[in-house]
């Protein structure tokens, strides 16, 4: 009960501060993305050959940010960017002939994008 309390104070004293008549505005948002690229590639070229480290995971998190002027109603210009990112933990471990291979790591895929609206 206390959580719906102070969630409802907290989102209509949001709503009240929006309804001010300002020109300027910003954007903050945070969430899941699916990137196709990120598993559809094929390896080449490895040295251990019955490993597959690159292919990251589908769902990755995206983060964007964007400041824009209100000219009127109907014009708006804004300009942001958008992190995605995509990753992968290895951890492997493979005894081979006379040497032990040991890998512990995080692989990244990183996208950046800018816009002009």
């Not at 990755?60 to 002027?69: D, H, I, K, P, V």
């Amino acid at each position: 009960m206390k959580f719906a309390f102070l969630s409802f104070i907290l989102f209509s004293s949001l709503h009240t501060k929006s309804q001010t008549k300002n020109n300027f505005s910003f954007e903050a948002h945070y969430g899941l993305n699916g990137n196709f690229f990120v598993r559809s590639y094929e390896e080449s070229g490895r040295v251990i050959t019955d490993t597959v480290f690159l292919k990251k995971n589908f769902i990755g998190t995206n983060l964007s940010f964007a400041a824009g002027y209100y000219f009127n109603k109907k014009w708006k210009l804004s300009v942001g960017c958008t992190r995605q990112e995509n990753k992968k933990d290895v951890n492997f471990r493979k005894a081979y002939p006379n040497t032990i291979v040991s890998i512990s790591s995080t692989i990244r895929h990183f996208n950046n994008f800018w816009n002009i609206e």
